[in-house]
C-alpha cells in the first residue's frame, strides 16, 4: 500500500517537473539560499555585508524569488532567467563576493539553464527511441556515413 502510494507519488511529481525547467530553478534558488547564509554566517571569515546592507540581502532574495517563481511559473522562465543573472552578478559586489563565489556560480548556472530550457522539445528518451526505430527500419546498426565530399 505505501509502496504504491510512493509509486504514485515520484510519478506524479516526475510529470509535474518535466514541464518545467526543475533543475535550472532549483539551482537559482539555491544560489539565493546559500548567498543569503553567507551573509548571517556568524564567521571570522565574512568580510564585510556591503552597501550599506540592503543591497546585500536585496539580491540574494531576488535570486531566491526567481527561483521559485521559475518552478511556479515557468511561462515567465526568460524573465525570471535574466532577472536571476543579473541578480547573481550583483552579489559579487554586495554579498561576500557572491557567497564566496559558489552561489554566485550557481545562481548564473541556473539562470543559464532556465533560459535554454525549451517547454515544446520531445524527451530525450522518445527521441532516442524514435531514432533506433528508424535504424532498425534501415537495417543498420550504425548511422550512414556522410558522402565523402560533404562535412560530418
Given at each position: 500500500m505505501a509502496a504504491d502510494r510512493r509509486r504514485g507519488f515520484r510519478s506524479a511529481f516526475r510529470h509535474w517537473r518535466s514541464g518545467r525547467p526543475f533543475w535550472g530553478g532549483l539551482l537559482l534558488a539555491l544560489g539565493g539560499a546559500e548567498v543569503l547564509f553567507t551573509m548571517k554566517a556568524s564567521l571570522k571569515v565574512v568580510?564585510?555585508?556591503?552597501?550599506?546592507?540592503?543591497a546585500g540581502y536585496?539580491?540574494?532574495?531576488?535570486?531566491?524569488?526567481?527561483?521559485?517563481?521559475?518552478?511556479?511559473?515557468?511561462?515567465?522562465r526568460l524573465f525570471y532567467s535574466l532577472l536571476g543573472v543579473l541578480a547573481s552578478l550583483g552579489?559579487?559586489?554586495?554579498?561576500?563576493?557572491?557567497?564566496?563565489l559558489v552561489g554566485l556560480l550557481l545562481?548564473?548556472?541556473?539562470?543559464c539553464l532556465v533560459f535554454g530550457w525549451l517547454p515544446d522539445q520531445e524527451p530525450r528518451r522518445a527521441r532516442r527511441r524514435r531514432r533506433k526505430e528508424a535504424r532498425a527500419a534501415q537495417g543498420s546498426p550504425l548511422p550512414p556515413a556522410p558522402p565523402a565530399g560533404e562535412p560530418a
Open positions: 568580510l564585510h555585508v556591503g552597501m550599506q546592507g540592503v536585496l539580491l540574494p532574495v531576488l535570486m531566491l524569488l526567481c527561483g521559485l517563481l521559475t518552478l511556479v511559473n515557468p511561462a515567465q552579489t559579487w559586489l554586495t554579498s561576500n563576493l557572491g557567497g564566496f545562481g548564473c548556472v541556473g539562470s
